[in-house]
C-alpha cells in the first residue's frame, strides 16, 4: 500500500521536499537585479508574515497564484491583501 502524500499547507518551498522547485525559485532570485530586489531584512519579515497567512499552501500564494519565495524578494512585490504594508522597504534590520 502507498504511504499517503503529506502536504505542509503552510510551508515555504525552502521547508519542503522539493529541491528543484527550491532551485528554480532560488535562481530566478537571484537573477534579479540588486536595483529590484528588497533587503535581505524585508524578505525575511515578509516571509515570516506568509508563513502566518492561511493562504499559503505549499510554498505558493493562493491569493495570487504566485511563489511567495519569489514575489516576497522584489520591490515591485506586494501582498495581494496588503498584509505586507507595515513592512518598510529601508528596512535594513529588525530593531
Ligand atoms: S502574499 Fe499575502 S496573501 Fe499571499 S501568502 Fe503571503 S501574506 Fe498571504
Given at each position: 500500500m502507498m504511504e499517503p502524500v503529506r502536504k505542509c499547507r503552510k510551508c515555504l518551498l525552502a521547508e519542503l521536499d522539493n529541491e528543484k522547485l527550491l532551485a528554480d525559485v532560488r535562481q530566478a532570485v537571484d537573477r534579479l537585479g540588486?536595483?529590484?530586489k528588497v533587503s535581505d531584512e524585508v524578505y525575511r519579515l515578509r516571509l515570516e508574515v506568509c508563513k502566518e497567512c492561511d493562504y499559503l499552501n505549499e510554498g505558493t500564494c493562493n491569493a495570487c497564484g504566485c511563489?511567495?519565495?519569489?514575489?516576497?524578494?522584489t520591490k515591485?512585490?506586494?501582498?495581494p491583501y496588503s498584509k505586507w504594508k507595515g513592512i518598510k522597504l529601508?528596512?535594513?534590520k529588525q530593531a
Open positions: 540588486e536595483e529590484l511563489y511567495v519565495e519569489l514575489r516576497a524578494a515591485a512585490g506586494s501582498c529601508d528596512v535594513h
